[in-house]
């Protein structure tokens, strides 16, 4: 964290400018800059909160889909599915969620590390 501006409590700069308005990619240590999910301070953290929520969506409809549409139709979601014979609720709970789950993980590491690429953030392990 960097000491060039007071934090205030809730993860805002209480002075000055904040951190990456207005400056290019280069001159922001986006490592040291403070997190406010609610007001990113910088284009990265902006970038990356896109990022989050997007995959929080996808994960949350994933998670919570079917069990309300079982709730809602349960006709069609408790009916067993022709070649399986699992009903469709449980396959999508026991298959889709955790599926969706592993697909999440790796686009995430995809896109973040496109971020990286695109903001010239270099973690201390690469040489």
């Known amino acids: 964290m960097s000491d ?4 205030a409590v809730d993860g805002g700069h209480a002075t000055g400018p904040r951190p990456g308005a207005g400056a290019d990619a280069t001159s922001t240590n986006y490592l040291d800059a403070e997190v406010n999910l609610l007001s990113p ?17 996808i994960w949350f409809v994933a998670v919570f889909g079917p069990p309300t549409l079982t ?44 971020l990286d690429d695109k903001y010239g953030i270099r973690h201390g392990g690469e040489a």
């Open 4 to 7: 060039d501006a007071e934090t």
């Open 41 to 57: 301070s910088t284009p990265y953290m902006r970038d990356h909160l896109r990022i989050i929520w997007t995959g929080f969506t």
């Open 71 to 114: 709730a809602i139709a349960p006709g069609v979601m408790t009916t067993p599915m022709p070649l399986i014979e699992f009903p469709l609720h449980y396959f999508l709970m026991a298959i889709g969620a955790p599926t969706t789950g592993l697909l999440l993980a790796y686009w995430y590491v995809r896109k973040r590390d496109q």
